[in-house]
């Protein structure tokens, strides 16, 4: 009896795999043509996609038929070009004005100094006097004013150094304040650029009875932003070379504070005449 059993579960268990086979394979065959439909978009889209990505890409260069020199032109106008480029011009005249004039050995010529000193050492002080006064440099000037009142007494003297001193100082600042005008000025013509490109990109949406194009639009707004980009170009410079200047020129005048009054020192004692 147990052998008939068996035998007659054979049977049904084979039964029942074969038929769980065939619902699988069934189920298989319905799954399979839409896991095609779903990921095949996905592989054929992204071929596609690049083709049009490179059809696109080889269609730029044709239409980019403009330098960018032309371009920053174009979008600025006459008006901004002109602007911009006087206040150029201008930055880089007083940069290399400034360059060139303050440095130590302009305002303190190492060959005047020798002398002067040559002058000194052998008590010649009324050659030293005029070399003093016909030298143009800064600190001839104030060693000019300082022998020009030692008549009058040693303090008499300094004093009068140390209105040279503001007087020469104050001449080099008005100088390299240019340079920190144009850096005011640059960004404030850049922002009047800004303001004037806005406006005129709204004033085409309110007189354009339709939507406007964009083309149309760009050129308003490129004029914005490049107006302020240019006034930025020039004014980080202008200020990052205006405070260089203005701690050169302190320095510069310890300096010569220090030189001079070492030159005038030997006549520390001499009383009024």
């Known amino acids: 009896m147990q052998r008939v059993r068996s035998m007659v579960s054979r049977p049904r268990t084979l039964g029942m795999v074969l038929w769980a086979a065939s619902r699988f394979s069934m189920g ?11 990921i095949a978009p996905v592989v054929v889209f992204p071929s596609t996609a690049v083709a049009q990505d490179d ?18 032109y174009n979008a600025l106008g006459i008006r901004y070009v002109v602007i911009f480029l006087a206040l150029s011009f201008g930055l880089v005249a007083l940069l290399v004005m400034c360059f060139l004039q303050i440095r130590k050995a ?30 143009d440099s800064y600190i001839g000037h104030v060693l000019a004013a300082g022998m020009g009142k030692l008549q009058s007494g040693y303090p008499v003297a300094v004093e009068a ?22 850096g005011a000025l640059a960004p404030m013509f850049g922002l009047l650029g800004t303001v004037d490109g806005m406006v005129g990109a709204f004033m085409i949406i309110a007189k354009s009875s339709t939507a406007p194009k964009p ?30 200047f203005k701690n050169w020129l302190q320095s510069l005048n310890g300096d010569i ?17």
């Not at 001449?171 to 340079?179: A, G, P, R, T």
């Not at 220090?258 to 004692?269: I, P, T």
């Open 55 to 72: 059809e696109a890409a080889s269609e730029e260069p044709e239409a980019e038929g403009e330098s960018m020199l032309v371009f920053y």
């Open 106 to 135: 302009v305002l303190m010529p190492p060959a005047f100094l020798a002398a002067f000193e040559a002058h000194l050492d052998s008590k010649e002080y009324q050659p030293a006097f005029e070399l003093a006064k016909s030298d």
């Open 28 to 38: 298989f065959a319905m799954i399979f043509p839409l896991a095609v439909a779903t």
């Open 257 to 273: 504070d220090d030189e001079a009054m070492r030159l005038m020192a030997r006549f520390q004692n001499m009383g009024k005449k």
């Open 161 to 182: 150094m140390q209105e040279a001193e503001g007087e020469e100082a104050m001449k080099l600042e008005h100088k390299i304040s240019y340079v920190s005008l144009i």
């Open 215 to 244: 083309s149309a639009l760009a050129i308003g707004i490129s004029q914005a932003l490049i107006t302020t980009l240019i006034g930025l170009w020039l004014a980080i410079p202008a200020i990052a070379c205006f405070a260089i």
